[in-house]
Nanobody, 123 residues
Framework: QVQLVESGGGSVQAGGSLRLSCAAS????????MGWFRQAPGKEREGVAA????????YYTDSVKGRFTVSRDNAEKTVYLQMNTLKPEDTATYYC????????????????WGQGTQVTVSS
């Protein structure tokens, strides 16, 4: 079992920045690929960013490319999502997830999920 706890959400004005953190704990046979997802009210969960187990490869949905950066510190078992130039359409609950060995933006391929952290961007 892997437990994930997100933090760092909050309310900011458009153009501002936030840094989300996801701390992992519990037993895991290997270091997982990790993903960040978000879900706005009335919308499906959307893959935002993913990172490979070693941190070398990263993937982003088109709407956040150039603004968001995913990174990880395996020694600290923590994954980060740096969000810059935030827009009102980024408003959602953000979740981190742990999957297998291959990073992907597909939610169904992730096994473990955090409880989510709210990000609200006002115009």
């Amino acid at each position: 079992q892997v437990q994930l706890v997100e933090s760092g959400g909050g309310s900011v004005q458009a153009g501002g920045s936030l840094r989300l953190s996801c701390a992992a704990s519990g037993a895991s046979r290997y270091i997982n690929a990790m993903g960040w997802f978000r879900q706005a009210p009335g919308k499906e969960r959307e893959g935002v960013a993913a990172i490979s187990p070693g941190g070398k490869n990263t993937y982003y949905t088109d709407s956040v490319k150039g603004r968001f950066t995913v990174s990880r510190d395996n020694a600290e078992k923590t994954v980060y999502l740096q969000m810059n130039t935030l827009k009102p359409e980024d408003t959602a609950t953000y979740y981190c997830a742990a999957g297998g060995r291959t990073p992907t933006l597909t939610p169904d391929l992730y096994n473990y999920w955090g409880q989510g952290t709210q990000v609200t961007v006002s115009s």
